[in-house]
């Protein structure tokens, strides 16, 4: 297939690789252009000096950038992708938005004669980069089953949520637990440190029980050695947390521990670890906690 893929980030870049790898034939548009040059020079890949001429000739378009405000204006801002895609494209949102924002801009598209289908993702930089992500997609059978060759490239459990939007919300509320499960990680580390715990023997036991989780498995080494590369940034998981808690507000359900777990992280983008990985919600326990671990 002809792709505009429009984002190449962290995960984008990945993700657009193994697109490559499969065979599609890929016209790339990033904000900082060195970064679609380099890119595109090692994927032979086209670059587009905008989202529109990204779009143009495309039988489908991928965005996998950082929010429905980014969202919109590479799709439908000046010089947006929609402006230069051929009718019937097929539009696939990888971003993480609100649903609401998925909703409503797939009623925009579908009025110009597009599809969408959003389709955020999970598994972090690793699995992005061995196409082993899991993706959550909403839309509609047919929008589906053309977009399913693509996401098969970039993922290995495609789940179809339901509508548009469900891919969004099923993704916010999995990640917000993910931010609990890692806050709570932190917590005992802190509280182990305090009691005068051997960390090592208490990763290990904790692993080997009930206690034991994805999270301790990916951030517990990180977290005992203080590196924070990230691999999803923590700037990001408090975006995805507040977005679940709107969800949350507007079905009149509490999620209480994702409302905790969003001022831990809240006060971490104000201690400038915005950019590094989510596992330094590490740090602002610490703090709070009075010890390092």
Excluded at 235 to 248: I, N, R
Aim: net charge negative; with cysteine.
């Amino acid at each position: 297939m002809r792709v505009g893929f429009i984002g190449l980030g962290i995960m984008g870049s990945r993700q657009a690789a193994n697109l490559v790898r499969a065979g599609h034939e890929l016209r790339v548009f990033n904000r900082t252009r060195e970064t679609a040059e380099s890119w595109a020079s090692e994927h032979a890949a086209e670059v587009a000096d905008t989202p529109r001429a990204a779009a143009e000739g495309a039988d489908a378009v991928i965005t996998m950038v950082v929010d429905g405000a980014q969202v919109e204006a590479m799709l439908l801002g000046e010089d947006g992708a929609v402006a230069g895609a051929p009718a019937g494209t097929l539009f696939i949102d990888c971003s993480t938005i609100a649903p609401a924002d998925a909703r409503r801009l797939a009623d925009t598209l579908r009025e110009q004669g597009h599809g969408l289908v959003d389709a955020p993702v999970t598994g972090s930089a690793p699995k992005a980069e061995d196409g082993t992500l899991t993706i959550m997609a909403g839309g509609s059978n047919e929008d589906m089953a053309r977009a399913m060759p693509l996401l098969e490239a970039m993922g290995k459990l495609i789940v179809h949520c339901g509508e548009v939007g469900q891919g969004q919300a099923v993704k916010v509320i999995s990640n917000s637990v993910t931010a609990v499960n890692a806050a709570t990680l932190a917590q005992a580390l802190v509280v182990g440190r305090k009691a005068g715990v051997d960390l090592e023997s208490l990763v290990e036991v904790m692993g080997a029980g009930s206690a034991n989780s994805t999270m301790l498995q990916l951030k517990g080494r990180p977290m005992l050695d203080h590196d924070f590369s990230p691999l999803f940034k923590l700037e990001h998981m408090l975006k995805d947390v507040g977005l679940c808690l709107d969800e949350a507000r507007a079905a009149g359900a509490p999620f209480l521990f994702a409302a905790l777990a969003r001022e831990l992280y809240g006060a971490g983008v104000g201690r400038g670890l915005g950019d590094q990985d989510f596992a330094a919600v590490l740090e602002v326990v610490e703090d709070l906690g009075g010890a390092k671990v």
